[in-house]
């Protein structure tokens, strides 16, 4: 299985940015997807964005346009650029690989 370490979440306010990495480790070829998934409390998990090998990325209606999705396959890391944060944004950001691999999770906090 591979293994899956984030970092990179922390307080911001309003209007902020922040950039979460995402490495992975363990013996694997290759990983085909990574994404980003996020889990406010009380809400289910959702996908936030993902990017395959080649770069075919998507994108949640709701973070169109102000996060983007990057991908270094040499150093096996994904990263979200997370910028003009809102409230709403706050959560749980997980990230995932092939063969449902998770990470543990990186808080992201935006205050208003």
Not at 45 to 73: C, H, M, P, Q
């Amino acid at each position: 299985q591979v293994q899956l370490v984030e970092s990179g979440g922390g307080l911001v306010q309003a209007g902020g940015s922040l950039r979460l990495s995402c490495e992975a480790s363990g013996r694997f070829v290759s990983i085909n997807v990574m994404g980003w998934h996020r889990q406010a409390p009380g809400k289910q998990r959702e996908l936030v964005a993902s990017i395959t090998r080649l770069g075919t990325i998507y994108y949640a209606d709701s973070v169109k346009d102000r996060f983007a999705i990057s991908r270094d396959n040499a150093k096996n890391t994904v990263y979200l650029q997370m910028n003009s944060l809102q409230p709403e944004d706050t959560a749980v950001y997980y990230c995932k690989a092939d063969f449902d691999s998770w990470g543990q999770g990186t808080q992201v906090t935006v205050s208003s």
